[in-house]
Nanobody, 128 residues
Framework: QLQLQASCPGLVKTTQTLSPICTVS??????????WSWIRQPPGRGLEWVGG???????YYSPSLRSRTSISRDTTTNPFSLQLSSVTPEDTAIYYC????????????????????WGQGTQVTVSS
């Protein structure tokens, strides 16, 4: 059974880097053809796709966040992580990690059913 668990310090200051980690169990992140994404939900708004990494290490980012985003993975211990730099209070959100066997990378406003698996999410607040 695939399980995802996102974790991150709950409070980050403006201009710092937000760095959640997703722990993956029950499945290898290098298994064809799965892909692993970061999705966030700001207060009072819908889901926003931040970016993702495919089984082969290829990365994909939301155009609006690309300049500040990096996603990486550790194929030895299986987690994947997000780094979102130069954060502002607008980056305050619940950050989720999710997995799917056939992601649509251009879908920047996903719905819950667009992904096969979701972690429970971690609240991150950016203070000014």
């Amino acid at each position: 059974q695939l399980q995802l668990q996102a974790s991150c310090p709950g409070l980050v200051k403006t201009t710092q880097t937000l760095s959640p980690i997703c722990t993956v169990s029950g499945f290898s992140i290098t298994t064809r053809y799965n892909a692993w994404s970061w999705i966030r939900q700001p207060p009072g708004r819908g889901l926003e796709w931040v970016g993702g990494i495919a089984y082969d290490g290829s990365t994909y980012y939301s155009p609006s966040l690309r300049s500040r985003t990096s996603i990486s993975r550790d194929t030895t211990t299986n987690p994947f992580s997000l780094q979102l730099s130069s954060v502002t209070p607008e980056d305050t959100a619940i950050y989720y990690c999710a997995a799917d066997s056939s992601p649509i990378w251009s879908n920047e406003k996903p719905a819950e059913h667009d992904y096969d698996y979701w972690g429970q999410g971690t609240q991150v607040t950016v203070s000014s």
